[in-house]
């Protein structure tokens, strides 16, 4: 089938110093989107303790000018409930990844949907997209994984959670 509606083919995604796309920009190989994220194995449907089940996740998702998906770094460092502990270890992680990458600048990017599977966890701009009010959206849709963030028309890097 057909879908009426579609994705345009690159997803804008602002920067927002200090707030949950703290972390992208460029870099001299290209874009980046890095990120500290909790996140569940598929098929764990958390419980009243969801924070003992809940990874912690550092991430680096690497794309070239254009756009691409090159590659992405994902390491998984403990639990929420080990908190701090696990937030701090991700933060040093993706701190050293970061240091890693040449004239880097915090700014809005764009990028085309990817997914990785890794540890049992999606991670990825996913095409959520169906010409079906009664489900999903309704209507072009691009979800991040697992951080679910929602990108929608008018396409201006705004998303909702």
């Known amino acids: 089938m057909i879908r009426a509606v579609q994705l345009p083919d690159v997803i804008p995604i602002k920067y927002e110093p200090d707030y949950r796309t703290g972390r992208i920009g460029r870099h001299a190989g290209g874009q980046f989107f890095a990120d500290i994220t909790g996140a569940y194995q598929e098929g764990v449907r958390p419980r009243h303790d969801w924070w003992n089940q809940q990874r912690i996740y550092a991430v680096l998702h690497l794309f070239d000018e254009s756009g691409h998906h090159t590659g992405s770094n994902l390491r998984f460092t403990g639990f929420r409930g080990d908190s701090p502990a696990a937030v701090e270890a991700a933060e040093q992680v993706l701190s050293d990844w970061l240091a890693g990458l040449?004239?880097?600048?915090?700014?809005?990017?764009?990028?085309?949907?990817?997914?990785?599977?890794?540890d049992n966890v999606v991670f990825g701009l996913i095409d959520e997209t169906?010409?079906?009010?009664?489900?999903g959206h309704g209507r072009p849709w691009a979800e991040l994984y697992p951080q679910g963030l929602g990108f929608h028309e008018p396409w201006n890097g705004e998303y909702d959670t």
Do not use: E, L, M
């Not at 880097?104 to 990785?116: H, L, M």
């Open 102 to 118: 040449d004239a880097v600048t915090n700014c809005n990017i764009a990028i085309r949907p990817f997914r990785v599977d890794f």
């Open 130 to 135: 169906t010409d079906d009010p009664d489900k």
